[in-house]
């Protein structure tokens, strides 16, 4: 009888080392438990039920009953709402109204309404700036932040006061709070200026008085009060009255009024020698004797004196 007993342990032992943790025999792959085919929830032997599904409710491919994967995507490759993995819907459109080749929804090029492509490119500028120097995503392109150097957002808002107005009550586009007009109440714009361009201290924008002058006392085109440029006048005369060549309006220099000599000669036309341009003296003789007949006059010159 211990015999018996003996042999029956052991063709037990035998007959569970055949089966699997879930119970399921590896040869005849029917379940322990159930002494069927399925295990006690319905599963068999590969984990899939009769129906081909697992206990996740997904096939042998991956999709659940009404055909999505883990994912939520069908076999089509759309979700639920019918969305492909890039975001485009069976018509080819994504939800900003782009397709895959970039083109705009709303307006049929490369640019949506407000001038920017699909990659947030401006159609003006060809950068991811506007003209403005914001980007798509409402970055200042000086300060990298959402605010400009002004302390603005794009939508025009302060930062400081949260308003479309800053602490000192201008917006963005110099429009002032108290007067609802480029002006303040004391007649200056946000950039200190009155209407006709000059600022409390009487300079235009580019630093010159109504005069014309800028705080170093000269005009635009380098003239001081008194019209002199770099110590001449417009004509060319200093505060003497000389030219840069030494000569007064009348063509005299310094040295003597009545002796002076213009160029060389005096007002009579003779040099400091008394030899005219042609080269003869007052008496209409050049150096050598001869007159302007080319006839030598020297020893009558002579004899006569």
Known sequence: MKY?????????????????????NKTTYRNWHSMSYTDSEGYLYD?????????????????????????????????????????????????????????????????????????????????????????????NKITQTKYNEKGFDIEGINKDTKTIYNKNGWSVDGINKNTGTFYDLDGYNIDGYTIDGYDKYGYSIDGYTIEGYNKYGYSRTGYDREGYKDGYDEEGYNRQGYNRKGYNRYGYDSENYDDAYIDGYDEDGYDPQGYDRQGFNRQGLDKEGFNRKKLYMGEIIEEKE
């Open 4 to 24: 018996i007993w003996i042999v029956i342990i052991i063709i037990f032992m035998g007959g569970c080392t055949s089966y699997n943790e879930k119970g399921f």
């Open 47 to 139: 984990g899939y039920s009769v129906e081909g599904y697992d206990k996740e409710g997904y096939d042998k491919y991956g999709f659940d009953r009404e055909n999505y994967d883990r994912d939520g995507f069908n076999d089509y490759g759309y979700n639920r709402d019918g969305y492909d993995r890039e975001g485009y819907q069976k018509n080819g459109w994504n939800d900003d109204g782009w397709n895959r080749e970039g083109i705009n929804k709303e307006t049929n090029s490369y640019f949506d309404k407000y001038n920017w492509s699909k990659n947030y490119i401006n159609k003006k500028t060809k950068t991811i700036y506007d003209e403005y120097g914001w980007s798509y995503f409402g970055i």
